[in-house]
């Protein structure tokens, strides 16, 4: 599979670290606000998901407070994202659970929906940023790593009910390989990060997989009940073209 061009925002390591720094400090001076609007809902609970990058890849998890107060605003090219009251910054836990290896590394940072972007972690030399999709309960972004390289994230909320399918691809046509992970949510929806293609989006009918990505799309199944999944992928549009095989399962991650 040859490179495909994400369209999330790469940040540089230091620019993240400061952005960082930014937003803890207002954190701690941030004071409630009021909105002539209908409050709503922002990301809440405990999202799960996974990472995937140049030399790293694992299993993540985000932990939001109990509410985060939130506002519409008027449409933009983000209009499914909700907006928080101005001033609304709040504090996030997260773990990745890296593999293979099994190492855990704990991160924190902010979560503001009126910054661009709206969160951030970071953690023993990772960073991650990213924004929430309120449509479909995804959060999604670019991370760092402490040797510079960078890589794309994802997560769905309910972690509980969330199955994350970690695996590899293969080309078919000398093109090498990677590592292909998928996000299961309780609703059949598909997320996930393949190295090299980026993120992919999908569903699930049965056990029957529908996945497109920047350049291609896959197939296959994938079984809940088993932990198991395979297929195809075809990349017509990504360079010369590309085509091979995947697979993935809950006891790879």
């Known amino acids: 599979m040859q490179t495909a061009q994400s369209n999330v925002r790469p940040i540089r390591p230091a620019a993240l670290m400061r952005w960082l720094a930014a937003t803890v400090m207002l954190a701690s001076v941030a004071c409630g606000g009021s909105s002539s609007t209908s409050p709503s809902t922002g990301p809440t609970g405990e999202f799960k998901g996974t990472l995937v990058g140049d030399g790293a890849s694992g299993v993540l998890t985000i932990t ?20 928080a009251e101005a001033g609304t910054v709040e504090q996030v836990t997260g773990t990745l659970t890296l593999t293979p290896g099994g190492d855990v590394i704990a991160m924190t940072g902010t ?41 794309l994230w994802t997560v769905s909320t309910d972690a509980a009910t969330v199955k994350v399918f ?23 929806n598909l997320t996930g990060v393949a190295s090299v293609a980026g993120q992919l989006q999908g569903t699930l009918s049965g056990t029957s997989l529908s996945v497109t990505y920047t350049g291609g799309t ?36």
Do not use: M
């Open 64 to 83: 939001f407070p109990a509410s985060v107060a939130s506002r519409s605003e008027a449409p933009s090219r983000f209009a499914f994202v909700q907006v």
């Open 111 to 151: 979560y503001d929906a009126s910054a661009e972007p709206q969160l951030v972690l970071a953690g023993s030399g990772y960073g991650l940023a990213g924004d929430y999709s309120a449509a479909n309960g995804v959060i999604s972004g670019t991370s760092t790593f402490p040797n510079g390289k960078t890589g």
């Open 166 to 188: 970690c695996g590899t691809y293969s080309s078919s046509q000398g093109n090498g390989g990677g590592t292909w992970n998928l996000v299961l949510d309780s609703k059949n």
């Open 218 to 253: 896959a197939s296959g199944t994938l079984d809940p009940s088993t932990g198991a999944g395979s297929g195809t992928y075809d990349a017509p549009n990504i360079g010369e073209g590309d085509a091979g095989d995947w697979t993935a399962n809950t006891g790879g991650c």
